[in-house]
């Protein structure tokens, strides 16, 4: 079993639908959580970062830790078709980071 | 501020030949990585590099070797490239914020696809 699991998707909506996006974990001493988001032929840039169970909320997006079940998600409100990209989750202890497979997202207007 | 740069942005090699990705960051950061990224398999670190003169494995290390030049420098060697290398290479590089440095972001380069033959 992987550590990090993701759907690898693609996860297609549109315009304006919310989507939701999740990955489960197994190690138990991971201790923070991001989310990157990677457009084609880029490099990924950070989205979010959470170190606690619970929710946090930045614009339209808002991430969500639940250490008891090792479950963690990002909620996209209103999506554009800008946000059309792959998404990764992301979890570290001590200095590396451990990543999903990412999620295709694809937002049609 | 560059960021993260990186070079070559894309090569082909053949087999058994080797050659050096190039990787490098201004903005004083102490850690640097090296992930390759294939489909169905998401982004899997191949070496770090927590501090200048310092390297350690990843999670994929063989048939690469890494140097940390000086902290801003951080090259990925491959010496005798393999078919199973085809891959996009990204070099990354970490800051620490926050009060208590609880805040950890990786600044990611724009990566260099590499076709081996």
Redesign the interface.
Known sequence: QKEVE?D?GPLSVPEGAIVSLNCTYSNSAFQ?FMWYRQYS??????LM?T?SSGNKEDGRFTAQVDKSSKYISLFIRDSQPSDSATY?CAM?VF????????TMLLVSP | NAGVTQTPKFQVLKTGQSMTLQCAQDMNHNSMYWYRQDPGMGLRLIYYSASEGTTDKGEVPNGYNVSRLNKREFSLRLESAAPSQTSVYFCASRAVTGGDGSQETQYFGPGTRLLVL
Do not use: I, N
């Not at chain 1, 200095?95 to 990412?102: A, C, D, P």
């Open positions: 993701q690898p923070y032929r880029k490099g990924p840039e950070l970062y170190y990764l570290s200095s590396t980071l451990t990543f999903g497979k990412g």
